[in-house]
């Protein structure tokens, strides 16, 4: 059973209408980002490499509730290979700086939802032919940068989208301040270690506020939906 203890509590929540429910509206040049993550209680975002092991079900109905309300699912290279990434009726970019992904990957294996791969202009030129028409390549010059990915969904229609990470992909995002909303599950696991972080990346400084709009609770597992303070 899925609870909601802040601003209004409730008991047996569906929280697949309450995400729905939430005001996402899209900026004039770029659509609304929401970072989807999960954390151990002290931190870690991944048991043997993937996050997986952290959550449950409710945290899984969390994960999909937000991708089936959003127009486009943004994530790293790395996290596509870690996680096993498969195709989706919700468009997938995937960045890519060096376009290293294994064409045969299972992403890449569905004509009708071919993957967009935003990366450089050095890498589209040399790797880019190797995708042939399993993957949309899109060139953007000599880097990678969150607020030109933007851009370009924005123009391809996309009024929100969900940032799926990793831990690079959240920190470049973060430093460009392209981040209006972070669903948070918080996990009751301790892991240790020395793993890393949500994102990595530029100290920010104290001016990258969020503000807590909603707490939930489910099997020991704390959501917590925060929005960037702007102003």
Same mark, same amino acid.
């Given at each position: 059973? %899925?609870?909601?203890?802040?601003?209004?509590?409730?008991?047996? /929540? !569906?929280? @697949?209408? *309450? $995400?729905?429910? =939430?005001?996402?509206?899209?900026?004039?040049?770029?659509?609304?980002?929401?970072?989807?993550?999960?954390?151990?209680?002290?931190?870690?975002?991944?048991?043997?490499?993937?996050?997986?092991?952290?959550?449950?079900?409710?945290?899984?109905?969390?994960?999909?509730?937000?991708?089936?309300?959003?127009?486009?699912?943004?994530?790293?290279?790395?996290?596509?290979?870690?996680?096993?990434?498969?195709?989706?009726? %919700?468009?997938?970019?995937?960045?890519?700086?060096?376009?290293? /992904? !294994?064409? @045969?990957? *299972? $992403?890449?294996? =569905?004509?009708?939802?071919?993957?967009?791969?935003?990366?450089?202009?050095?890498?589209?030129?040399?790797?880019?032919?190797?995708?042939?028409?399993?993957?949309?390549?899109?060139?953007?010059?000599?880097?990678?940068?969150?607020?030109?990915?933007?851009?370009?969904?924005?123009?391809?229609?996309?009024?929100?989208?969900?940032?799926?990470?990793?831990?690079?992909?959240?920190?470049?995002?973060?430093?460009?301040? %392209?981040?209006?909303?972070?669903?948070?599950?918080?996990?009751? /696991?301790?892991?240790?270690?020395?793993?890393?972080?949500?994102?990595?990346?530029?100290?920010?400084?104290?001016?990258?506020?969020?503000?807590?709009?909603?707490?939930?609770?489910?099997?020991?597992?704390?959501?917590?939906?925060?929005?960037?303070?702007?102003?």
């Amino acid at each position: 059973m %899925v609870r909601e203890l802040w601003p209004n509590p409730t008991d047996d /929540l !569906d929280i @697949a209408s *309450r $995400l729905a429910a =939430d005001d996402r509206p899209a900026w004039p040049d770029r659509p609304w980002v929401t970072m989807v993550m999960i954390s151990s209680l002290d931190g870690g975002v991944a048991v043997d490499g993937v996050s997986g092991g952290l959550g449950g079900p409710a945290d899984h109905e969390r994960f999909v509730a937000a991708r089936r309300r959003a127009d486009g699912i943004v994530v790293g290279a790395g996290t596509v290979s870690a996680e096993d990434y498969r195709p989706s009726a %919700v468009p997938i970019a995937v960045l890519s700086r060096s376009l290293s /992904l !294994d064409p @045969a990957h *299972r $992403l890449f294996g =569905d004509p009708e939802h071919r993957p967009l791969l935003f990366t450089t202009h050095a890498a589209a030129t040399i790797h880019g032919p190797r995708f042939g028409e399993r993957a949309e390549i899109v060139d953007l010059g000599e880097t990678v940068e969150p607020a030109e990915v933007l851009a370009e969904l924005r123009r391809r229609g996309m009024r929100s989208v969900v940032l799926e990470g990793g831990p690079t992909i959240n920190g470049q995002f973060l430093a460009a301040d %392209v981040v209006d909303e972070i669903l948070l599950t918080i996990s009751p /696991l301790a892991l240790g270690g020395d793993g890393p972080r949500l994102s990595v990346g530029p100290a920010l400084g104290g001016d990258h506020r969020f503000a807590v709009g909603r707490v939930l609770l489910a099997d020991d597992l704390v959501f917590v939906r925060y929005l960037r303070r702007r102003g």
